[in-house]
């Protein structure tokens, strides 16, 4: 636990002594944008175990103008989640889940309400269960819709990477849907 509070705290830091850097006396000159963020997930598996999502997930955002057409997103995300594990003996435990996660995002601006964006979420960690061990390296598609330059509209595709060699033979891979907005 002591690891994800350091971990978390780092990661404010970063953000916010970045955002002390951009103090601009135009706000059209500012270069980072902060936010938040929520919606919902819903599971697209090929398994015949139950991993379900049973709340939606909530987050910070820090969008770093790169260039006119280039943006790096940063996000911290907690989301929850059931999940079970199947053993050789056809013996099922659930387990339920609250994870911390960390995606990267660059995104690409094809005009000023449109963006589409791909990236990584190689920070997962749960913080019920295996505490100790992060894992679920996942690679990250979306678009994002924007409403005003404050709210928008977004959905994106999740996909596991890890594969378990074992009867789960499971990949967790989702579907989200969310809105946001940006001070």
Same mark, same amino acid.
């Given at each position: 636990m002591k690891q994800i509070i350091l971990l978390s705290v780092c990661v404010?830091?970063?953000i916010f002594s970045a955002e002390a850097q951009t103090e601009s006396k135009n706000q059209k000159d500012k270069k980072i944008?902060?936010?938040? $963020?929520?919606? #919902?997930?819903?599971?697209?598996?090929?398994?015949?175990?139950?991993?379900?999502l049973d709340l939606p997930y909530i987050g910070i955002l820090s969008d770093i103008y790169l260039s006119s057409k280039w943006n790096l997103q940063l996000e911290l995300n907690l989301r929850s989640g059931n999940r079970e594990e199947l053993?050789?003996?056809d013996?099922?435990?659930? #387990?339920?889940?609250?994870?911390?996660?960390?995606?990267?995002l660059l995104k #690409?601006?094809?005009n000023d309400k449109f963006r589409i #964006?791909?990236?990584t979420q190689t920070l997962s960690a749960s913080l019920k269960n295996d505490i100790f061990g992060l894992k679920k390296w996942n690679g990250i598609l979306g678009a994002e819709y924007n409403f005003s330059k404050?709210?928008?509209?977004?959905? $994106?595709?999740r996909h596991g990477f890890e594969r378990r060699i074992n009867k789960n033979n499971f990949r967790n891979n989702t579907i989200s849907v969310g809105v946001g907005y940006k001070f």
């Open positions: 404010f830091s970063a944008k902060f936010g938040l $963020r929520t919606g #919902y997930e819903f599971q697209v598996n090929d398994s015949n175990l139950e991993n379900k053993f050789l003996n013996f099922k435990q659930s #387990y339920k889940e609250v994870y911390l996660t960390v995606p990267v #690409y601006s094809i #964006y791909m990236g404050k709210t928008f509209i977004e959905t $994106r595709f």
